[in-house]
């Protein structure tokens, strides 16, 4: 059934009322100039004649009538084919796409014309900010990485006491949050995947590995198992490292300490991310992959960036991300990588 409110529909009616007034008009006319004919002739068969004749003629009128309002919806739809097109390319375009000039893509109508370089414009103008933003952002966390580590450092050095500890912390906490802004920077300006491939039961090892003195000063074990000797998988050893390293590392910050978390590997490339934490309520799913949102359960040292890395690799390599959370009963994340 046709849209009332599309431009298609508004014109094809008012293509119809005409078409509809005009053959009326045309009836009326035939018929008046019949009824002044007749009037000169005084012979029944006359009459006759002409009112057949009248008869003959007058039901081609409507007939012409529909024929032209079906070839002007059909060439209105052509016409507005080109727009539908435009529109499907439009709603394709994410933040930082490379820009292409809508104008140049097709031929379209002169009249709409200036409205899509306008579009062109606007675009033009939100990948520029865009990139500004993004680079500011990196720029921004490559300065602060110096000065943190030298915080960090003589921290270390002052006596152990609860206060130092405590800016301990909030020191780890800067650096992790200044790390993962250089990696979404890293993300949002990284070049397309192509054909690379991973191999994801050793790179789990090494993330595994590299975050062993977290797990350690958490008292939380972590364990690997895998279906198949090598698991290839669709990515870049930088992409995939982000989503297996943020994932655990979310799961070992928010598991009980004293308890494991466990990493399983298909042969179908999923990795199954489980741990024995507080769990998240379900009115909190929606949000958990929002760039800087933290629940009501975030733990001190959560930056709210972690997850949102893993959801902007997840969509730039074709993998897929599943949760299964309820209070008190942990949390399992599997993510499935395109093979």
Partial sequence: MMNRRTLQFSLAWRLGLLLLVVSAAAIAYLRWRACQVVAGYQTDVAHAVLFEFLVDVAWTIPVFGVLTLIMGNWAIRSGLAPLRALSAEVSRVK??????????????????????????????????????????????AHELRTPLALLQTGLERLPADPIVQSLREDAARLARIVAQLLELARVDAGPAIGHHTVELKRLVAEVAASLGPLAHDRDVAVGLD????????????????????????????????????????????????????????PEHHSHLFERFWRGSQARRNGSGLGLAIVKEVAVRIGATIKLDSEPRRGTSFCIQFAT
């Fill in 95 to 140: 933040p930082g796409s490379p820009s292409a000039l809508l104008s140049a893509s097709r031929t379209l109508p002169g009249e709409v014309m200036p409205l899509v370089r306008a579009v062109d414009g606007a675009f033009d103008r939100l990948h520029a900010a865009y990139d500004a933003e993004r680079r500011f952002t990196s720029n921004a």
């Fill in 226 to 281: 895998s279906e198949a000797l090598e698991v290839y998988v669709r990515g870049t050893q930088g992409l995939v490292e982000a989503i297996v390293r943020n994932v655990l590392e979310n799961a070992i910050l928010y598991t009980n300490r004293g308890t494991a978390v466990s990493l399983t590997v298909s042969a179908a490339g999923a990795l199954t991310v489980d741990d024995r934490g507080p769990g998240i309520p």
